[in-house]
T-cell receptor, first 112, second 115 residues
Framework: GQNIDQPTEMTATEGAIVQINCTYQ??????LFWYQQHAGEAPTFLSY????GLEEKGRFSSFLSRSKGYSYLLLKELQMKDSASYLC?????????????FGRGTSLIVHP | DTGVSQDPRHKITKRGQNVTFRCDPI?????LYWYRQTLGQGPEFLTY????????KSRLLSDRFSAERPKGSFSTLEIQRTEQGDSAMYLC?????????????FGPGTRLTVL
């Protein structure tokens, strides 16, 4: 398996910056995804990284280091609506599958 | 609404009954996925179709579960002889284009409760 590890829960203050980490172990890494999921709703795509480095998209950025098996999602200028679960998903093609495996998700609570 | 739709949104059934869920993907999307999600967990992959062909099936998938996509458009997921452990949210997703990027669009899910 991919052995994906994320913190279970994080809290942050409105307007602040928060970094959500994800570590993984794969034999044939081929892509890492971040999804956002509000309570009771479906996941929505945030970002995709396959090469090392930082991908920026508005208030959200995602970083990948393949050699360290590590990624983070950076959320800037936090808003109350950012309170959600953030899911890291990793594709490992060693087993011949194109389907990413999801981690358990990190529940982010943003308070005033 | 041009997103992924699922029906029903909620299903309550008694243990031992059969249930069937439907998923309508985004119209031009040729790939369709089924996942199961329980509270506090990420989505767990069940099966995947490209057009009408079922290309992958999770090894965790019991033989009580079967999925079809007969015309390469909508899909159905059937669970036979339901068990209480089948209670979960069943999510459908679809995608199109480069499989390596695989951005999936999820439906609202069907919440199954087995009594």
């Amino acid at each position: 398996g991919q052995n994906i590890d994320q913190p279970t829960e994080m809290t942050a203050t409105e307007g602040a910056i928060v970094q959500i980490n994800c570590t993984y172990q794969t034999s044939g890494f081929n892509g890492l995804f971040w999804y956002q999921q509000h309570a009771g709703e479906a996941p929505t795509f945030l970002s995709y990284n396959v090469l090392d480095g930082l991908e920026e998209k508005g208030r959200f950025s995602s970083f990948l280091s393949r050699s360290k098996g590590y990624s983070y999602l950076l959320l800037k200028e936090l808003q109350m609506k950012d309170s959600a679960s953030y899911l890291c998903a990793v594709r490992d093609e060693a087993g011949g599958s194109y389907i990413p495996t999801f981690g358990r998700g990190t529940s982010l609570i943003v308070h005033p | 609404d041009t997103g992924v739709s699922q029906d029903p949104r909620h299903k309550i059934t008694k243990r031992g009954q059969n249930v069937t869920f439907r998923c309508d993907p985004i119209s031009e999307h040729n790939r369709l996925y089924w996942y199961r999600q329980t509270l506090g967990q990420g989505p767990e992959f069940l099966t995947y179709f490209q057009n009408e062909a079922q290309l992958e099936k999770s090894r965790l998938l019991s033989d009580r579960f079967s999925a079809e996509r007969p015309k390469g458009s909508f899909s159905t997921l059937e669970i036979q002889r339901t068990e209480q452990g089948d209670s979960a949210m069943y999510l459908c997703a679809s995608s199109v284009g480069d499989i390596s990027r695989n951005e999936q669009f999820f439906g609202p899910g069907t919440r199954l409760t087995v009594l």
